[in-house]
């Protein structure tokens, strides 16, 4: 690798870790953030078997500024990245879980088996859309308030997807870069999705449908390793998510989302419903439920 001009390596194994720093030193090592680093404890560790950067695990710590700023005022080498561009469920229970099944469901020997049908991503989908407060929860950062985090001392923010076309990613960069996007958050923010709004919707009749048809019509609706076939089921409107922010810079924040509803208030103010495709994708989330095992 070194000798095509790679000089990065990403790693989530701290073996491999050790074993790259002992025999192959000229990698710049970034530690994934699906290590879960979600301490100062944890990002300890890895700093001293020698990590250039961590990539905090953004489910649990990306709006905990407390940590945050412990983290880059104790840590002694390694640079701190957030992962900018996820709208996983806050603390997500399916993390471990799902970053293993994609894993294994990339491997060549399972080419010719039964298509990987992504359960964790449809639970975390389904629920979003059952409980929309769930978009304002979860762990991303908007183009506006990057400065916020670099107030703290964060130098290294990541975008994502590389499979993306060219100009969706120019789209997230540009936004990010002018630290200002009008419009739907979600074209910034998911893994999926890309395509137009300008189709109307074709429902099929779910009654008879086989698992894989569910699958590949959910894929339309939602762009799932393709383009988005109709429009987007919810509007976020980032304008209105001006100030967000700041509840979670002051630490305001406790966790106990049952006895506090400010995400649910911002939900209710800032996002839009496409009712005909929200129903329509509730109905065959239901339906994939009633097939999946």
Known sequence: MRDI????LTVTNPFLLQIIKKYYDCFTVRISTFACVDSFEKARYWEEMGADYICVDFVKIN?????L???????????KELLMTNSCLKNCPYIHTH????????????????????WCLYSCQ?????????YIKSPWIRPEDVKEYEDIGVEHFKI???DFPTDELIKRVKAY???KYDGNLLDLIQGHGWGSDEKE??????IDMAKGEIIEEICKLRGLGCERKYPRHIYIDNRKLDGFINFFKNNNCTGNCLSCNYCKKIADNAILKNDRICEYLIELYDKFNEKKF
Do not use: P, Q, W
């Not at 001009?5 to 990065?8: C, I, S, Y």
């Not at 709006?63 to 940590?67: A, N, P, V, Y």
């Open 177 to 179: 870069s002018e630290r």
């Open 99 to 118: 970053t293993s099944a994609l894993s294994h469901a990339s491997n060549e020997m399972n080419k010719e088996k039964e298509c990987y049908a992504d």
């Open 126 to 134: 389904e629920y979003e859309l059952k409980h929309l407060e769930e």
């Open 5 to 8: 001009g790679v000089n990065a």
């Open 201 to 206: 919707l074709e429902k099929i009749n779910t």
């Open 160 to 162: 994502t997807e590389r």
């Open 69 to 79: 700023k412990y983290m880059v005022e104790n840590l002694k080498k390694a640079k």
């Open 63 to 67: 709006r905990d500024f407390k940590t």
